[in-house]
């Protein structure tokens, strides 16, 4: 890449970073929102001025092509998600599909003919702010998430999916956004890693072997309420005490396996009434509980599951688990990370192989087509903050590896 594509990408981030439901430099681009349809049009304008052909399915997922010489077979995908939680920064996901978008006019620039295909793909809502779950547009097209269920999608205001996706101008039959398993020949995303490992070690890039999925669960615990003061402790049935409990129960179910691999967190929890004199009756608890291993996850899921028994009876409180989701770990395809690689060692770039502990839109298309993730430091490992960062140096090297290896990869 020569000085002056890299400052023009740069350009590119910036002015899509200032379109945003807040000042910068606080990025908020909730899923249909008018920020988020001005980001999407934006986008598109680039891509049209890249000469690529343009369609939108029934959620909002984008596809900009660069037509090959044989149209009739599948393209190389490439691309990531413009919308972004609120108080977000400017890099995450928007330097796969505008990090994407320049890979192919380097391409373009430098006379290279593809004979597959490369196709650019908008994700809608990776992000779970607005229907509390994420990645909606991949989880639909990998059949993932079906137009039933997705129908039933409420925002926390109680406007449904198909309400907004109508206003937001996306009209269609959403059972013609599932593709078929050989509507891609291979996926790669590039992507900021959002951990420190690669700028803590000097490492350019990270060649993602595996994607850890999480399982969700909501639990709520019903005990029975009383003043703090009057009801004794041996009579209590606080449902407080009891998700305390369960809390340090998931801690223990994860440590237990033995892989730094596994992880579980609750992240929520709410308290009923929440008065500091009144004894806890109901408590709501949301746990997130990942691994590369489907197998080892499950089983700390079926750990947790049984002191969700074993507290209830103990404390006389009754408790319900609701499994939301549990998304299956991706591997990462040999021949993609085999390409990357010596595209990377062709680019003077150093590397290393490593774990994606977040999830992305690349974790759905492994359901239909083969994928690999390309990761590029981050400042600090921060990112979902305004502070969020991505140096012109490291934004050019995964621009640059991932043209090297969608050229490859399209012949």
Same mark, same amino acid.
Request: proline share 5%; charged share 20%.
């Given at each position: 890449?020569?000085?002056?594509?890299?400052?023009? *990408?740069?350009?590119?981030?910036?002015?899509?970073?200032?379109?945003?439901?807040?000042?910068?430099?606080?990025?908020?681009?909730?899923?249909?929102?008018?920020?988020?349809?001005?980001?999407?049009?934006?986008?598109?304008?680039?891509?049209?001025?890249?000469?690529?052909?343009?369609?939108?399915?029934?959620?909002?997922?984008?596809?900009?092509?660069?037509?090959?010489?044989?149209?009739?077979?599948?393209?190389?995908?490439?691309?990531?998600?413009?919308?972004?939680?609120?108080?977000?920064?400017?890099?995450?996901?928007?330097?796969?599909?505008?990090?994407?978008?320049?890979?192919?006019?380097?391409?373009?620039?430098?006379?290279?003919?593809?004979?597959?295909?490369?196709?650019?793909?908008?994700?809608?809502?990776?992000?779970?702010?607005? !229907?509390?779950?994420?990645? *909606?547009?991949?989880?639909?097209?990998?059949?993932?998430?079906?137009?039933?269920?997705?129908?039933?999608?409420?925002?926390?205001?109680?406007?449904?999916?198909?309400?907004?996706?109508?206003?937001?101008?996306?009209?269609?039959?959403?059972?013609?956004?599932?593709?078929?398993?050989?509507?891609?020949?291979?996926?790669?995303?590039?992507?900021?890693?959002?951990?420190?490992?690669?700028?803590?070690?000097?490492?350019?890039?990270?060649?993602?072997?595996?994607?850890?999925?999480?399982?969700?669960?909501?639990?709520?615990?019903?005990?029975?309420?009383?003043?703090?003061?009057?009801?004794?402790?041996?009579?209590?049935?606080?449902?407080?005490?009891?998700?305390?409990?369960?809390?340090?129960?998931?801690?223990?179910?994860?440590?237990?396996?033995?892989?730094?691999?596994?992880?579980?967190?609750?992240?929520?929890?709410?308290? !009923?009434?929440?008065?500091?004199?009144?004894?806890?009756?109901?408590?709501?608890?949301?746990?997130?509980?990942?691994?590369?291993?489907?197998?080892?996850?499950?089983?700390?899921?079926?750990?947790?599951?049984?002191?969700?028994?074993?507290?209830?009876?103990?404390?006389?409180?009754?408790?319900?688990?609701?499994?939301?989701?549990?998304? =299956?770990?991706?591997?990462?395809?040999?021949?993609?990370?085999?390409?990357?690689?010596?595209?990377?060692?062709?680019?003077?770039?150093?590397?290393?192989?490593?774990?994606?502990?977040?999830?992305?839109?690349?974790?759905?298309?492994?359901?239909?087509? =083969?994928?690999?993730?390309?990761?590029?430091?981050?400042?600090?490992?921060?990112?979902?903050?305004?502070?969020?960062?991505?140096?012109?140096?490291?934004?050019?090297?995964?621009?640059?590896?991932?043209?090297?290896?969608?050229?490859?990869?399209?012949?």
């Amino acid at each position: 890449m020569t000085t002056r594509s890299i400052d023009n *990408l740069i350009a590119e981030l910036n002015s899509l970073a200032q379109i945003s439901a807040e000042a910068p430099p606080v990025v908020t681009r909730v899923v249909f929102s008018e920020a988020d349809l001005r980001a999407r049009a934006y986008v598109k304008s680039l891509c049209a001025t890249a000469g690529l052909t343009i369609h939108e399915d029934a959620i909002g997922n984008t596809f900009a092509r660069w037509e090959g010489s044989d149209p009739h077979i599948a393209p190389i995908g490439t691309g990531s998600h413009i919308d972004a939680i609120p108080n977000a920064g400017a890099y995450d996901g928007t330097v796969g599909v505008l990090g994407g978008l320049e890979a192919i006019r380097v391409l373009q620039q430098m006379g290279f003919q593809p004979r597959r295909s490369i196709e650019l793909v908008i994700f809608t809502a990776e992000e779970p702010t607005r !229907f509390g779950i994420g990645c *909606l547009g991949s989880r639909m097209m990998g059949s993932v998430l079906s137009p039933a269920q997705a129908l039933q999608l409420r925002d926390k205001d109680g406007v449904g999916l198909e309400e907004l996706r109508t206003q937001a101008g996306f009209k269609g039959a959403l059972s013609t956004v599932a593709l078929s398993q050989d509507r891609f020949h291979r996926f790669i995303e590039l992507h900021i890693e959002q951990g420190p490992a690669l700028e803590e070690q000097g490492i350019d890039l990270g060649l993602v072997t595996h994607i850890a999925a999480p399982a969700s669960l909501r639990v709520l615990i019903e005990g029975e309420g009383g003043h703090a003061g009057a009801k004794l402790m041996p009579g209590r049935k606080d449902a407080l005490a009891a998700g305390a409990e369960l809390v340090l129960a998931l801690e223990a179910a994860v440590l237990a396996t033995g892989s730094l691999d596994t992880v579980g967190t609750v992240g929520v929890c709410e308290v !009923f009434p929440g008065a500091v004199n009144s004894i806890p009756s109901r408590v709501r608890l949301e746990t997130d509980i990942r691994d590369i291993s489907g197998v080892r996850r499950d089983l700390v899921l079926s750990a947790f599951n049984e002191a969700c028994s074993n507290v209830g009876l103990k404390r006389g409180v009754t408790i319900t688990t609701q499994l939301v989701n549990a998304d =299956p770990p991706a591997t990462c395809d040999e021949e993609i990370l085999t390409v990357m690689e010596r595209a990377a060692i062709d680019a003077g770039k150093s590397y290393k192989q490593m774990v994606s502990r977040a999830y992305h839109d690349s974790l759905f298309m492994a359901r239909i087509t =083969p994928v690999a993730m390309l990761f590029i430091p981050c400042r600090g490992g921060v990112s979902h903050r305004p502070d969020e960062y991505a140096s012109p140096e490291w934004i050019g090297a995964g621009v640059h590896v991932l043209a090297r290896t969608l050229a490859t990869l399209a012949l």
